[in-house]
């Protein structure tokens, strides 16, 4: 990593904010313990099918029935306001939560600042049936800092493309297996039906993880970077500019309708719906689609992520949980999270929901199963594929001070990333033209200087 210290920052949500699904007021209690397997343990979660659906009625069913001396309980956030949430109760040190999930972005930059637990050596290194050595190499190395594991991953994604096998046979289309976004383009003019089915599916809600993370993949593979080696903001520069311009329009010519709504959830409806020729988003989505919307998956084709001058493009991204330094009852805290991330949790999603229902790409042993490959024969093998092909350490054309596919690795992005998303959000609904979106993020990201950015 090489951002400075994560800054002081009260952001908008509060700690406790009010939350659909969210099952507790965040608090928890019981003394300091790595050893202790009694106590609350409150675990801060995002809102989607995987952990809503599965996680939650499981811990009830199943993990505080084989401990019972250990209360889980949920506060379940959307994904804006679990980064809220989250942020402000680690850098103020609130221990509100003894379990709060993060990823690759957030992992790195905490652990550097102490506000983690090392898993590595004050949890895995006791505990050998975890298998660390298990976990998907990417993976688990977007989560370490200094070598160390910092957070376990729940689930594993990269990025790529949904398409429905039936509308393109009955419109005469080919799907290639490795498409360009040019061709994405010239797909969904002739597959787009407005007000019917839209020819593809994009986010558009304003956030760093949401309408940037697909914007930052078609940025990259079309030239583009956040910052040159100097630190200095290249928003405007043709490539950025170029990028934007086309996922606006594609969303704004043959997108769904109010796109700037849009994120992960709403789309996997949608496409669920039967509303979308195609959807680019996270491999995960495959899981959901395959247990939610059987009929769909019968008609769903799969893709790499769409490219443009680049071989690959698809993000990297994890789910994952960490263990706050300081949190009450560590010991207690230790076991959901590697019960809740283990081998024998994927076998027990299997016995209550089928093999296609478990989480993907957290671990090898996973993509080794008879059962699994069975199951989820048509999107394991290109899920695992898209996962490998990511290189969040060069993830642009040209070189860069900074590491991430899809967000970069320094503080400021979490203010940033937002800023800039609610400006592309306002070109997706027309308020604002994409030049002037564009000029506005400009002069966010012009605000920090140089030697902010680099943490010199």
Request: aromatic residues 10%; glycine residues 8%; neutral net charge.
């Amino acid at each position: 990593m090489r951002s400075s210290p994560v800054k002081l920052r009260v952001l908008a949500a509060a700690v406790c904010v009010a939350a659909p699904l969210a099952l507790t007021a965040c608090s928890s209690g019981g003394k300091t313990s790595t050893s202790s397997s009694t106590g609350t343990v409150t675990v801060a979660v995002v809102s989607n099918p995987l952990i809503t659906g599965q996680m939650v009625p499981l811990t009830a069913s199943v993990f505080e029935k084989k401990y019972p001396g250990i209360k889980v309980k949920f506060a379940t956030y959307t994904e804006g306001d679990l980064r809220a949430a989250i942020e402000k109760d680690v850098s103020t040190h609130s221990n509100a939560f003894n379990v709060i999930m993060i990823g690759p972005y957030e992992t790195p930059l905490f652990a550097k600042n102490g506000w983690l637990d090392n898993l590595s050596t004050q949890f895995i290194a006791k505990d050998p049936s975890y298998d660390a050595g298990d976990l998907l190499p990417p993976i688990a190395k977007a989560l370490s800092y200094q070598s160390g594991l910092y957070a376990v991953p729940f689930y594993g994604e990269s990025s790529m493309l949904y398409y429905r096998k039936d509308l393109f046979t009955k419109a005469g289309l080919t799907m290639p297996a490795h498409p360009t976004w040019t061709q994405v383009q010239s797909l969904a003019a002739k597959l787009n039906q407005p007000g019917k089915v839209a020819g593809v599916c994009l986010r558009g809600l304003a956030g760093w993880g949401d309408n940037m993370a697909s914007l930052d993949t078609v940025v990259n593979t079309f030239g583009g970077e956040w910052f040159n080696q100097q630190w200095q903001p290249q928003l405007t520069s043709p490539a950025f500019e170029k990028a934007t311009n086309f996922y606006v329009n594609l969303i704004r010519k043959y997108g769904e309708s109010g796109a700037s709504n849009d994120s992960f959830n709403q789309l996997l409806t949608l496409y669920g719906q039967g509303k979308c020729a195609m959807w680019y988003d996270a491999t995960v989505a495959a899981t959901s689609i395959a247990t939610t919307y059987p009929s769909i998956a019968a008609k769903t084709g799969y893709a790499l992520a769409p490219t443009d001058v680049t071989k690959s493009s698809g993000w990297l991204w994890s789910w994952a949980l960490g263990i706050p330094q300081g949190t009450d009852n560590q010991g207690a805290a230790w076991k959901f999270v590697s019960w809740a991330t283990s081998k024998s949790y994927d076998q027990l999603v299997a016995s209550k929901y089928g093999w296609a229902a478990v989480p993907p790409g957290s671990r090898t042993s996973l993509y080794n199963t008879p059962q699994y490959q069975a199951a989820a024969k048509a999107f394991a093998g290109i899920t695992l594929s898209s996962i490998d092909s990511t290189d969040p350490d060069h993830p642009t054309v040209n070189p860069v001070p900074y590491v991430g596919v899809q967000y970069v690795d320094i503080p400021q992005f979490e203010i940033l990333g937002v800023q800039v998303g609610q400006q592309i959000a306002g070109a997706i609904a027309g308020t604002e033209t994409v030049s002037q979106a564009l000029k506005n993020s400009q002069a966010d990201a012009a605000a920090y200087t140089p030697a902010e950015l680099s943490g010199s």
